[in-house]
Every structure is written in C-alpha cells, then in structure tokens.
Nanobody, 127 residues
C-alpha cells in the first residue's frame, strides 16, 4: 500500500505561481512513476506530468499545455514529489491529484494506469 497526501493548492491570479506537494508513505519502493493529473468541473481527469526512473532518455514528461510552465521534481529524502506551476492561467483551474504507478506497462499517461491516488488539492486561477 502507498499513501499519498497532496498540499499546496489555493487561489492565485493569472501569471502567478504555486507549488504542489505530494508526500508518499508506505511501500514507495514499488513505485515505477509518480504522476500529476487534474480534473476541472465537468471534464475528465487529465494527465499533467510524470516523473519516472524507468525511461532511458528522459525522466519527466508533460502534457503540451503546461510545457515550459510546470516542473515536476522530487526530494527522495522526504519521499515527496512536487509540481511547480508558473505563469498560471485560468484554464489551469482544477483539482490536482498525484498518483503512483506500480507497473511498467502502458503509456504512463492514463489515469487508469495508476494504482494509488491522493485526495486532491484545489487550484483556482483568477483572470
């Protein structure tokens, strides 16, 4: 079992920044990847970013709409994954979830490929 607890969401003006945190506990050694997803009202949950040690050429990958603005990184000593979000836009408004993937199959981009989820943290960007 892996437990994930997110924090760091809030209300910010367009152009501002936030840093989300995802603290992991339990059997974290079984995680192949850590991902961030988001879900806006009335929309499906969508991929935002992933961090993994399982790829040869890159450890991170982002959805196109956040490239150059968001950064996913981790602090192994704290068992915490972060999502730094810069130049936020109103369309970034959503509940953000971190998730742990415990298998090396699939695209790493789909919510149903992830086994463990945090409770979510609200990010609201005002225009």
């Amino acid at each position: 079992q892996v437990q994930l607890i997110e924090s760091g969401g809030g209300l910010v003006q367009a152009g501002g920044s936030l840093r989300l945190s995802c603290a992991a506990s339990g059997r974290t050694s079984s995680n192949y990847a850590m991902g961030w997803f988001r879900q806006a009202p009335g929309k499906e949950r969508e991929f935002v970013a992933v961090l993994t040690d399982r790829w040869t050429n890159s450890q991170t990958y982002y959805t196109e709409s956040v490239k150059g603005r968001f950064i996913i990184f981790r602090d192994n000593a704290k068992n915490t994954v972060y999502l730094r979000m810069n130049n936020l836009k109103p369309e970034d408004t959503a509940v953000y979830y971190c998730a742990a993937k415990v298998s090396d199959t699939g695209t790493y981009l789909l919510p149903n490929e992830y086994t463990y989820w945090g409770q979510g943290t609200q990010v609201t960007v005002s225009s």
